[in-house]
């Protein structure tokens, strides 16, 4: 079957936009998570939604939020973009969450 | 607070030679660990996970709840065995939050 899609791979934008990013799961995958991976800090979480709610949140702020859809794709959003939002953004989906997550190649963010 | 260490940015061993991958973790429950793995180019994924108790591609792991730790071992690394290890908890429950280790990167020489 097909693994986690993330869309677009790449994305150069500049301080103060937005910025929206997707994923869609594995068929038959209700949880979806978001990932923040830099050099500095690593992998960190930022949200999962499960069944179109959010179901846990990381510790970012406000700026970063998210959405699932009734077909359990999900976006994420940033604005109001810093340089150090620059990082690799993945999303995991899981058929409950608390089964093996599958992980996506992630979404390149650049900020200039 | 929960938190993962992987004392290890990286480790260098020759092929043949024992591997072990150290984790420690700080949580107050009764976490579930997991062991993540990225080979270049490629996704992260699943390598192993503590309830499993399974062995896989020779790896193995114990939780060891006194020592709050979780290492990563194999016998005898192999070269196809490179790439980037990542230690991650997950606080209990069905929710698809995990706090990952700042990953170890294991480097296997021929």
């Known amino acids: 079957k097909a693994g986690v899609t993330q869309t677009p791979r790449y994305l150069i934008k500049t301080r103060g936009q937005q910025v929206t990013l997707s994923c869609s799961p594995i068929?038959?995958?209700?949880?979806v998570s978001w990932y923040q991976q830099t050099p500095g800090q690593g992998l960190q979480f930022l949200f999962e939604?499960?069944?179109?709610?959010q179901r846990n949140k990381g510790n970012f702020p406000g700026r970063f939020s998210g959405r699932q859809f009734s077909n359990s794709r999900s976006e994420m959003n940033v604005s109001t973009l810093e340089l150090g939002d620059s990082a690799l953004y993945l999303c995991?989906?899981?058929w409950g969450g608390g089964n093996e997550q599958f992980f996506g190649p992630g979404t390149r963010l650049t900020v200039l | 607070a929960q938190r993962v260490t992987q004392p290890e940015k990286l480790l260098s061993v020759f092929k043949g030679a024992p591997v072990e991958l150290k984790c420690n973790y700080s949580?107050?429950?009764?976490?579930?660990l997991f062991w993540y793995v990225q080979y270049s180019r490629q996704r992260l994924q699943l390598l192993l996970r503590?309830?499993s108790r399974e062995s896989i591609k020779g790896f193995t792991a114990d939780l060891n709840k006194g020592e709050t730790s979780f290492h990563l071992k194999k016998p005898f690394a192999q070269e196809e065995d490179s790439a980037m290890y990542y230690c991650?908890?997950?606080?209990?429950?069905?929710?698809?939050?995990?706090?990952f280790g700042k990953g170890t990167k294991l480097s296997v020489k021929p």
């Open positions: 949580y107050s429950g009764s976490p579930e």
């Open positions: 995991a989906s899981s």
């Open positions: 068929s038959g995958h209700r949880s």
């Open positions: 503590h309830i």
């Open positions: 939604y499960f069944s179109e709610t």
């Open positions: 991650a908890l997950r606080g209990g429950g069905s929710q698809g939050n995990l706090i």
